[in-house]
């Protein structure tokens, strides 16, 4: 009996920390609160500014934030580009769900869903396929903040799909854009 005891203790732990979160602060930029069985890795996403993850659970996390100029500038200097997609939150989410469309096999991706997310202009969905051999699932978040954009990923493999659903929707639901002033250069 004490060994069942002692083999089942750390699964016991893990399930009563499932709902304890952690506040996660990056660059003076965002906040964002992620489940702390979740932990910081640095191998996910070359350009993600927050990769966290849990390889027992198979659930993984990133966020990405880029100037908002830089891609309006895009859009606005390239008339082939500018002719499929606008400068603003429509064009950044059509454009990246153009690019996983590219990327996963057998995709099927959700309509966009206009929402607001602490105030700020965002975009849902949500995406199952195959990446590598393996049938997958995404949530997806695209945020206008005041000078950036930012996508929120959270994935898990299709088979852990409701095991992590209310985490990936509590984790988007949770980000909030952190008061920054534009520092005027003398």
Known sequence: MKKIFFILLPFLILSCQS???QKITIQNL???ELP????KADNLHED??????????EFYTIV?????????????SDPMMAENYTADLNGYSAILKDN???????????????TTINGLPARLMNLSGTVDDIPVYYEFAFLKGKNQYY?????TELKRKEDHAASMEKIIASFKELNRSKKKMP
């Open 36 to 39: 702390k069985t979740l932990s």
């Open 100 to 114: 996983l469309m590219a990327t996963v096999e057998d995709g099927k991706f959700s309509e966009i869903k206009k």
């Open 30 to 32: 965002y906040e964002i």
């Open 19 to 21: 709902n304890e979160t």
């Open 48 to 57: 993600a500014s927050l990769q966290y993850q849990n390889l027992f659970s």
């Open 64 to 76: 990405i934030n880029e100037p908002s100029n830089d891609f309006d500038e895009l859009i606005s």
């Open 151 to 155: 996508q929120i990923v959270n994935w």
